[in-house]
């Protein structure tokens, strides 16, 4: 069993007040100039998750060793010198000898970056002095945790500053602009404009109004079975004669709204295991507003999946309910196991966990997000408000994939003129929801700060959850490419509870590796083997089985073994729990 550390320090008391004094500074000259908001409001706008003091630091420390910048600073000139060599040679037709081997980056993927020499050297320059750059915050002495968060504001530079954000350097615009006569620029200019009065300045990912839930997403029929405050629970109409007896409940992030699980038709995780003759439930959190602000990690737990669990023991009749949780939803899927162990209740016969952190110690690009100055500014936001804005959570989000979520539509809107295009997932995901400020607060601490659940410490409800005694059997899916839920740091909390667990990784991202239908292009890994989970997952990686077919068959087949025989369908609610509405029910609309 992989040992969870211990929590990660705060920032530096030292640099925290050189920061602090800089900002103080800046906000007073920003609000001598503005006199429109205050200086650490302003300033918190303009550095929402502290970039600013690692990058002092960090220039501060490669200032330090001028000898570690000359030479990072030699090779790379020595490099532009062969690539504008290169180039020329390529200028005339001939085959230069220099070919550097770069990762593909679609952004260039335009034949004229290939086929042009200069346009082949802008990237060349381009790639050259991002390796550069790159290369001075990594060998700067710096901890760990300011050289992440280093990196990751000189990637977010050097990315709004690629050659193919801007019209000249962009071909695919510049010949699309020749090809309209130039009114690609002129709807370019346009949607910008447009933008910048109604989106904050962001370009938008979608068209409002291309989807709507109820009508295209969040579509399979069922029935709101139970309310309360915090959440409705939705119990789905059956598609086949018979249904297993143990039925399947699922546990969404809070974070999003449930429906990236059931979207549209033959994209819809909860259509596929009500095909597979599955009684499945949906919690559906309501979208926070201030009145919720001390709304708890606590009330979550009792409110949501285990009261979840009473009605749908009762409607069908159960005694083990099969459990299902993706991502943050997934975390406190396990703390409801750590819980129902701790008060002695067995209602859970298995569970399954998409794309899910339990050990928080190695949390990925979110660390930039989580550390102890981003969260002391969310408090004070949140203290104002009662709640975390839903565009900051978007925002943060987007930050963490700025070429495809941004620049990407940059370019499509701003460059080429053209309209969003019509993407059920993307409609979901511009669906953001709020963070009452008590539980966020809790949670952003316990789990990244602390580590708590994963250290054995964390205590819901009067409880403290023991993980080691969590020994139903689990199913625990990651994605290779995630960047919220990195599939190694998703392996290590598979390798925290008792029990049998089975790991399968995906392909693709997040949330495209949760919505992965039956496709030519899918495929996932898994080790047959039956063994406990090695402790480094790149020895499971070596000893694991690649399979041409999406993860949802190989789930459909572990879950059906555990969830029991035959039998016909319940009634949509109950007595106790008469049906309320139609789902998708009504907190899922709210904005």
């Not at 989807?211 to 997403?217: I, N, S, T, W, Y």
């Amino acid at each position: 069993m992989s040992e969870a550390t211990a929590p990660r320090p705060g920032a530096d008391n030292q640099w925290d007040t050189i920061d602090q004094a800089v900002r103080e500074q800046l906000g007073l000259l920003l609000t001598a100039s503005t006199n429109f908001i205050g200086s650490s409001q302003l300033m918190g706008r303009l550095d929402p998750i502290s970039l600013f003091p690692a990058v002092l630091r960090t220039s501060v420390a490669a200032a330090a060793r001028p000898d570690k910048v000359a030479n990072v600073l030699t090779v790379t000139a020595v490099e532009m010198l062969r690539a504008t060599a290169a180039a020329s040679v390529r200028a005339v037709g001939g085959t230069p000898a220099y070919q550097p081997k770069r990762p593909r980056d679609k952004r260039f993927a335009d034949p004229t970056w290939g086929g042009n020499a200069a346009y082949w050297l802008l990237r060349e320059l381009y790639h050259g002095w991002e390796q550069s750059l790159l290369a001075i915050v990594r060998d700067a002495d710096t901890p760990p945790q300011v050289r992440q968060k280093a990196e990751f504001a000189v990637q977010l530079m050097i990315d709004a500053l690629a050659p193919t954000n801007f019209v000249p350097g962009n071909p695919a615009a510049m010949k699309k602009a020749l090809e309209t006569g130039g009114l690609s620029l002129a709807k370019g200019a346009r949607n910008f404009v447009h933008d910048l009065l109604t989106n904050q300045g962001v370009p938008r990912q979608v068209i409002p109004g291309a989807h709507a839930v109820g009508k295209d997403m969040a579509v399979t029929p069922g029935k709101v079975v139970f309310a309360n405050d915090l959440m409705e629970l939705i119990q789905y109409a059956p598609s086949t004669a018979e249904v297993h007896e143990i039925p399947l409940l699922f546990s969404p992030p809070w974070i999003n709204k449930y429906y990236v699980m059931d979207l549209a038709p033959g994209r819809s995780l909860v259509q596929w295991a009500v095909d597979h003759g599955h009684t499945a439930f949906m919690i559906s959190y309501r979208n926070p507003d201030q009145r919720m602000r001390h709304v708890k990690m606590d009330d979550y737990l009792i409110s949501g999946p285990v009261a979840a669990l009473e009605v749908v023991g009762d409607i069908t009749g159960a005694d083990k309910i099969n459990l299902l949780g993706l991502c943050l939803g997934g975390t406190l899927t396990m703390a409801t196991l750590a819980y129902l162990d701790a008060v002695g209740m067995e209602s859970i016969n298995s569970a399954t966990f998409l794309n899910t952190l339990i050990d928080f110690s190695e949390p990925g690009l979110l660390g930039v997000f989580t550390d102890e100055a981003t969260i002391s500014r969310l408090e004070r936001t949140m203290k104002r408000t009662g709640f975390l804005p839903k565009e900051d959570m978007q925002r943060s989000f987007n930050l963490l994939r700025t070429n495809d979520l941004i620049w990407n539509y940059v370019v499509s809107s701003w460059l080429m003129g053209e309209e969003p295009p019509a993407f059920d997932l993307l409609s979901w995901n511009n669906d953001s929801t709020r963070m009452p400020a008590e539980m966020h607060t809790f949670y952003l601490r316990s789990c990244y700060v602390e580590n708590q659940l994963a250290r054995g410490v964390m205590e819901l409800a009067g409880q403290k959850l023991d993980l080691g005694k969590v020994d139903q059997d689990l199913y625990f899916l990651s994605a290779e490419q995630d960047h919220i839920a990195p599939w190694r740091s998703s392996y290590a909390g598979a390798r925290l509870p008792a029990g049998s667990v089975r790991f399968v990784l995906s392909n693709s991202g997040h949330i495209a590796g949760i919505v992965n239908p039956p496709s030519p292009k899918s495929l996932y890994r898994v080790m047959e083997s039956g063994q406990p989970l090695p402790a480094d997952p790149a020895d499971w990686l070596a000893a694991a089985t690649t399979y041409s077919r999406t993860w949802w068959e190989d789930w459909a087949e572990w879950i059906a073994a555990r969830a029991g025989a035959k039998r016909k369908p319940p009634q949509l609610g109950s007595q106790k729990y008469p049906p309320i509405t139609d789902a998708p029910g009504t907190y899922v609309l709210e904005g």
